[in-house]
């Protein structure tokens, strides 16, 4: 175990239940610590739920200037894009080559690309007749939703669902699959 626990940084674009998730499941752990939230939107409610855990926050001017986002990330060990909508400028995955993940709401490779998220992807598996749905944890590389898959959880797929509903069980599972795999990682980095 390391003597200092491995420091996060999670990049935001919304409301940040995700990151609530990793604030409550990390706060006094002695693997990972969240240590600073970045956001793509000034107006986003992630950024009022980090500071009320006392964490460092940051507002891109421009998601797309690597040297910015790179600068905002400064001695992050481990990324997590938690509802983060921007892609990631390739100079700032490679130097987080294996230690950037992002949270997905479906079963990638299906329901992922560009303009898949929120309630999209939801759509999308409901107009697909798909029996289940779920999360996917995976490593950011330059594509949305491409890289290499670390963990899923399946959520079924009910009778009558809606986006909204199927979106609230989905969401359960992220937040118990995003806390974990963030875990797992901080040991192995750590």
């Known amino acids: 175990m390391t003597e200092q ?4 940084a ?3 674009s919304g409301g940040g239940t995700n990151l609530q ?9 002695p693997l990972a610590r969240v240590a600073r939230v970045i956001s793509s939107r000034p107006n986003a409610g992630a950024l009022e739920r980090a500071r009320r855990a ?5 507002v891109l001017r421009d998601p797309g200037d690597a040297a910015e986002l790179q600068a905002a990330l400064g001695d992050a060990q481990l990324v997590v894009l938690a509802g983060y909508l921007k892609l990631v400028p390739p100079t700032v995955v490679a130097r987080f080559r294996g230690r950037m993940i992002n949270i997905h709401p479906a079963l990638l490779p299906d329901f992922g690309g560009p ?3 929120g309630h999209y992807v939801h759509e999308a598996v409901l107009a697909s007749g798909a029996k289940e749905s779920g999360a996917t944890v995976h490593f950011v590389d330059e594509a949305f ?5 670390i963990a899923q959880e399946r959520v079924p797929v009910q009778h009558g669902d809606t986006a909204e509903t199927l979106a609230a069980r989905v969401l359960e599972a992220e937040h118990r699959l995003l806390p974990k795999v963030v875990l797992e990682l901080a040991r192995k980095i750590g």
């Open 5 to 8: 626990p491995v420091r996060v």
């Open 10 to 12: 999670v990049l935001v």
């Open 21 to 29: 998730a990793l604030l409550d499941t990390l706060h006094n752990s």
């Open 54 to 58: 006392a964490v460092p926050t940051t």
């Open 115 to 117: 303009g898949m998220y």
């Open 145 to 149: 939703d491409r890289g290499r898959v």
